[in-house]
């Protein structure tokens, strides 16, 4: 049964610094892996989105990579901003042919003006 | 070009009401996923329909939950007979046939009392 794990929990930082959030999951059989942002009340927005095949994808300020062989993937966030205040959910595609995603609990990110 | 569209937003029901949740998915895609996030949980998949059909209803609980795509409207998740640890956000999100990146609504909000 495939576990995704999200450390850490919480994370609150002063405005400009680089940071990174740290995703895990227990099985490498993934076809993608995901990162979103989910605001208080809000859906999620999709940030980026890593095939299988792929080590790294990027997208302004946002860096994220995967490790299948050691189950991991990391968000970077680079030069921080109050704006990115946000909770972040990693969530891998997992087994088969449906776009089942399965979920971390999330990083609660603040960012301190 | 709208998102997805769920409503209501919030939904209050005391127990052994029913409750229905609908999505409009984004236009022209033909698939439709439920997700629901408990409190201090992370999301949870429930099912996946496309256009008349359940395609994987793996997540969801064997009573009282059932889902609908029909062909003409939106998407609903129907919940009979509600008891309070069904208190939760109720997510929908959609893709278009062979997309791998899932567009979320902003989610339903439902509160058993």
């Known amino acids: 049964k495939q576990e995704v794990t999200q450390i850490p929990a919480a994370l609150s930082v002063p405005e400009g610094e680089n940071l990174v959030l740290n995703c895990s999951f227990t099985?490498?059989?993934?076809?993608?892996l995901q990162w979103f942002r989910q605001d208080p009340g809000k859906g999620l927005t999709s940030l980026l989105l890593i095939q299988s095949s792929q080590r790294e994808q990027t997208s302004g300020r946002l860096n994220a990579s995967l490790d299948k062989s050691s189950g991991r993937s990391t968000l970077y966030i680079a030069a921080s901003q109050p704006g990115d205040s946000a909770t972040y959910l990693c969530a891998d595609r997992y087994g088969g042919a449906t776009n089942k995603l399965i979920f971390g609990t999330g990083t609660l990110l603040a960012v301190q003006p | 070009n709208a998102g997805v569209m769920q409503n209501p937003r919030h939904l209050v029901r005391r127990r052994g009401q029913e409750a229905r949740l609908r999505c409009s998915p984004v236009k022209g895609h033909s698939h439709v996923y439920w997700y629901r996030q408990l409190p201090e949980e992370g999301l949870k998949f429930m099912v996946y329909?496309?256009?008349?059909?359940?395609?994987?209803e793996s997540g969801m609980p064997k009573e009282r939950f059932s889902a609908e795509f029909p062909k003409e409207g939106p998407s609903i998740l129907r919940i009979q007979q509600v008891v309070r640890g069904d208190s939760a956000a109720y997510f929908c999100?959609?893709?278009?046939?062979?997309?791998?990146?899932?567009?979320f609504g902003s989610g339903t909000q439902l509160s058993v009392l």
């Open positions: 329909l496309q256009k008349e059909n359940i395609i994987d």
């Open positions: 999100a959609s893709s278009p046939p062979g997309g791998e990146k899932l567009f």
């Open positions: 099985d490498s059989a993934i076809y993608n």
